[in-house]
Each structure stands twice: as structure tokens, then as C-alpha cells.
């Protein structure tokens, strides 16, 4: 508990800003789906100040999202409004939040890699269980090599991806896209540079 919250204090901490640390333009991953995305209903997990859940629900999407992080969240809200869309927020860590079952045509995450490989088989678990069959699981994270680059991410190994960790957490879905890749991010003050990324969509059978 105490770690959890030294975790807390330290993302509020994080976003007491008033930039938007990860700024407020929408994922580029997420955004290169685009195509893949028809209207449903989404969640996007740990969803920090916003940027993806509003850009979804942008597209026509109803959209439930939540954080631990209540400076995130109050911020997320700040940008629905600005952008004149209507998403649903929690503040609530991942493992208090009530995930509805086989509810969402899309479940998103984009950067969690707080979680190490126990919480994050929790996370994926949790994350298939509230996808509806058919519906699509969308996730960006820092790959191995990051630690080569530190521009962002937790800069611990054990918690970034691989292409077969996902492929093999996801077993049984179609895997739509799956790539490593290295690129130059600009993604506020948090996410800046050239980074090494993993992008992810497959499809629950
Ligand atoms: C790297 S940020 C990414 C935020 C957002 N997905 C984005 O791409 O802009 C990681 C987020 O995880 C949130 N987080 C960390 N631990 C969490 C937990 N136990 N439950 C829910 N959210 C958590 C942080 O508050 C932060 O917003």
C-alpha cells in the first residue's frame, strides 16, 4: 500500500502542471488505427490527462476512461469540455475499477507500463474480460530497446513489451497489427524523442 502510494503521489506530482505533460494531442498509434475504429463504445484505461479517451470519443465513440490520478482526471475533464465531447471519467486505480464484462468494442491502452509482469497479466485479463467478441484490444507501449533511448516509459525491463508477450497474452485473437518500431515522439514534456515503441491490435474471437 505504501508503494502504491508513493506511486499516487508521485503521477499527481507529475501532472501538477499546467501543460499537459503527455500534451493533448491524441496518441499517434492510436490515431493510425483510425480506419479500424467505427462508432461503439470504447474504454481507455489509465488514461492520464485525456488525450486518447477525447480523440475517441472525437470520432463518434462513447467512451468510458479512468486514472488513479485525480490532477489527471481533472484535467482530462477540462479537455472533453474544451473539445466539446462527453466522456465518461473514473478516478479510480486499475484494480478498484469495476470492468464491466464483454461490454466494449474497443479496450485501449496506451502507455501502462507502470505495471510489472504480475499486474500486467492482471491488466490484460481484465482488459479481455470487458472486450465484447469481435471487439478490438488497441495497445502502444515502449519496447525493450527503450532503455537504450530513456525519452519516457518506466526504464525497467521486465515491464516493457515485446511483440510475442502481447501476441501470447492475447492468445487466441486475431492479431491485426503488430509492430516494433522506433520513431520520434512528441508527446509533451513526458514522452519526447526518438523512442523504441510496439504498436498492437487484435481481435477478440
Ligand atoms: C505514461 S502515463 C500514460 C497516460 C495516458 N494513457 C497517455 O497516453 O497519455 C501512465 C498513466 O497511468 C496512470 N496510473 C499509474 N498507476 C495506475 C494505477 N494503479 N491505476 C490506474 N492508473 C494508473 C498514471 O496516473 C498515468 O496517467
Known amino acids: 500500500m505504501a508503494k502504491f502510494s508513493q506511486s499516487l503521489d508521485r503521477w499527481n ?5 499546467p501543460n499537459y505533460l503527455f500534451g493533448t494531442k491524441v496518441n499517434h498509434y492510436l490515431s493510425s488505427q483510425k480506419d479500424r475504429l467505427d462508432i461503439g463504445k470504447a474504454l481507455a484505461i489509465a488514461d492520464g490527462e485525456g488525450r486518447n479517451s477525447v480523440w475517441l470519443a472525437q470520432q463518434g465513440i462513447a ?4 486514472d488513479f490520478s485525480p490532477v489527471a482526471v481533472e484535467k482530462a475533464n477540462q479537455l472533453a469540455r474544451e473539445n466539446r465531447v462527453s466522456v465518461h471519467f473514473s ?3 486499475w484494480q478498484s475499477f469495476v470492468w464491466p464484462k464483454s461490454t466494449y468494442d474497443y479496450v485501449v491502452g496506451i502507455f501502462f507500463q507502470f505495471a510489472d509482469p ?4 492482471e ?3 481484465r482488459m479481455d474480460q470487458s472486450l465484447k467478441s469481435g471487439g478490438l484490444v488497441i495497445i502502444q507501449g515502449y519496447s525493450e530497446k527503450q532503455l537504450e533511448y530513456n525519452t519516457g516509459g518506466p526504464g525497467v ?6 511483440e510475442d508477450l502481447l501476441r501470447s497474452a492475447f492468445a487466441g485473437y486475431q492479431i491485426i497489427d503488430s509492430r516494433t518500431y ?3 515522439i512528441e508527446e509533451g514534456d513526458g514522452h519526447a524523442g526518438m523512442s523504441a515503441l510496439v ?7
Open 182 to 184: 522506433e520513431q520520434e
Open 118 to 121: 504480475q499486474d500486467r497479466a
Open 199 to 205: 504498436g498492437f491490435v487484435a481481435q477478440k474471437p
Open 13 to 17: 506530482s507529475r501532472f501538477s502542471t
Open 91 to 93: 478516478c479510480s486505480d
Open 157 to 162: 525491463l521486465e515491464n516493457l513489451y515485446t
Open 123 to 125: 491488466i490484460f485479463a
Open 63 to 66: 467512451v468510458d476512461a479512468f
